[in-house]
């Protein structure tokens, strides 16, 4: 029932931007890291950021000074603001957050969105 819908994907010209949304909902009794992973076509999936529900930050060497992760607790929501895009981000792009439900297990574990698209032209 706990659920992640990521939304901002897009095409967009290299050096543009773009800003990615994942909000989470359903029955859910606390929320602690949330995160961006991408994967290409042929490529392992790969952290891009990560926040902590103490705004702990860690993000990818490729992305750093680039892109912005942020999250609004009260809207169960994270953000990934995307500067200065190359055609080597583009990638689908996954949220991540490690969610305890209200329902069982009742322990905290992974839950996954379904992935927006992001493509950078040259």
């Known amino acids: 029932q706990v659920q992640l819908v990521e939304s901002g994907g897009g095409l967009v010209q290299a050096g543009g931007s773009l800003r990615l949304s994942c909000t989470a909902s359903g029955n859910i009794y606390s929320i602690n890291d949330m995160g961006w992973y991408r994967q290409a076509p042929g490529k392992q999936r790969e952290l891009v950021a990560v926040?902590?529900?103490?705004?702990?930050?860690n993000y990818a060497d490729s992305v750093k000074g680039r892109f912005t992760i942020s999250r609004d607790n009260a809207e169960n929501t994270v953000y990934l603001q995307m500067n200065s895009l190359t055609p080597e981000d583009t990638a689908v792009y996954y949220c991540?957050?490690?969610?305890?439900?209200?329902?069982?297990?009742?322990?905290?574990?992974?839950?996954w969105g379904q992935g927006t698209q992001v493509t950078v032209s040259s």
């Open positions: 926040i902590t529900n103490g705004w702990l930050i």
């Open positions: 991540n957050a490690r969610i305890t439900p209200r329902t069982v297990p009742y322990r905290v574990g992974d839950y």
